[in-house]
């Protein structure tokens, strides 16, 4: 047991609750998937492939913006998305280090 964690996060942890809540819903989950490697997509089309309320996929997105795994860009009346993968890569680095950091390689006993 490592009781040290009970008070505080690892370190650079904080900023992470939201990137993983926001990863929670399903609906947030398949909005990252349907972007291909670099692709900006404006909110309209994102819409569009949902059975689900313009106002409701609005909401996610700006979940998904706020939690850094988005990035939106203005351009005139429509609003374009990509993910931020910079961010995202960079806090998946950080969890596999932590957990990597912290495995214990299991030794089976010979037969």
């Not at 998904?64 to 009346?77: C, D, P, Q």
């Not at 609003?79 to 961010?87: D, E, G, L, M, S």
Request: glycine share 2%; net charge positive.
């Amino acid at each position: 047991m490592n009781p040290e964690f009970a008070d505080r996060l690892p370190e650079n942890w904080e900023r992470f609750s939201r990137f993983f809540s926001a990863l929670g819903d399903t609906t947030r989950q398949q909005i990252l998937l349907v972007f291909e490697p670099g692709e900006e997509i404006c909110v309209n089309h994102i819409a569009r492939l949902f059975k689900i309320s313009r106002p409701a996929i609005s909401h996610h997105l700006k979940v998904l913006r706020n939690a850094e795994l988005l990035v939106s860009e203005k351009r005139g009346k429509e609003v374009y998305y990509h993910i931020n993968q910079a961010y995202c890569a960079e806090v998946m680095r950080i969890v596999h280090d932590f957990v990597t950091s912290r495995s214990v390689s299991v030794i089976k006993p010979a037969a």
